[in-house]
Each structure stands twice: as structure tokens, then as C-alpha cells.
């Protein structure tokens, strides 16, 4: 699976971005996927993972409530819906899939996608 992650940007706090991972190569809809992102000087973290179906989503306690995991499997893309921005959000973001089920560590997913970078001014 080649994955492709774009829509990164710089944004106000308080504002908006939406994501897009775009899938590639084996069947996308196989996978579980995720989305991780790393600030500078900080370890990659975790933000929202989302089943195979979409039917089961995980979410880091930082975002919950602020961001939105979808798929649409017929376009073999996963989005993430940010909104109220922080400028804590800061960071490159990064799309993932995982044969097993959705998982929280990045160790589990098999494949990487380049990042996007998201910028969140004060």
C-alpha cells in the first residue's frame, strides 16, 4: 500500500483543517488506519486510528472531542477532520495502515505515508 497524506496548511487557533490520506496498491479497505504526527524535538504520538469498516473509532485523549477519523473505501481515502485548533496541534502529520485491528502504537501498522505539515499560530 502506498499512502499519500496532503492538506496540511497553517491556520489560526481556533480554526479548521481537513486531512486527506490517499491509498494506493492493495486493497485499502483490508486495512485499519491511522494517523500519528511528531513536533519538533517531541516522539511521534498517536491521534485517531479507525477499523477497516470505519465502524470503530480510537481516539488520543488530546483530540477527542476536536477531531474526526472517516474513510470512504470506494475512493481508498482516509480523512481527519480537525477543528478548534491548538497551537499545541503543531506538527507533521502522518497517515498509516495496519493489517491488524486499529492500534494506538505505531508499531502495529505496516505502512507509512509522507507527512503533512500543520501549523496552528497563536
Known amino acids: 500500500v502506498q499512502l499519500q497524506a496532503f492538506g496540511g496548511g497553517l491556520v489560526q487557533a481556533g480554526g479548521s483543517l481537513r486531512l486527506s490520506c490517499a491509498a494506493s496498491g492493495r486493497t485499502f479497505s483490508r486495512y485499519a488506519m491511522g494517523w500519528f504526527r511528531q513536533a519538533p524535538g517531541k516522539e511521534r504520538e498517536f491521534v485517531t486510528a479507525i477499523t477497516w469498516s470505519g465502524g470503530a473509532t480510537l481516539y488520543a485523549d488530546s483530540v477527542k472531542g476536536r477531531f474526526t477519523i472517516s474513510r470512504d473505501n470506494a475512493k481508498n481515502t482516509v480523512y481527519l477532520q480537525m477543528s478548534s485548533l491548538k497551537p499545541e496541534d503543531t506538527a507533521v502529520y502522518s497517515c498509516?495502515?495496519?493489517?491488524?485491528?486499529?492500534?494506538?502504537?505505531?508499531?502495529?501498522?505496516?505502512?507509512w505515508g509522507q507527512g503533512t505539515q500543520v501549523t496552528v499560530s497563536s
Open positions: 498509516a495502515a495496519g493489517s491488524l485491528y486499529m492500534s494506538r502504537d505505531y508499531a502495529q501498522y505496516d505502512y
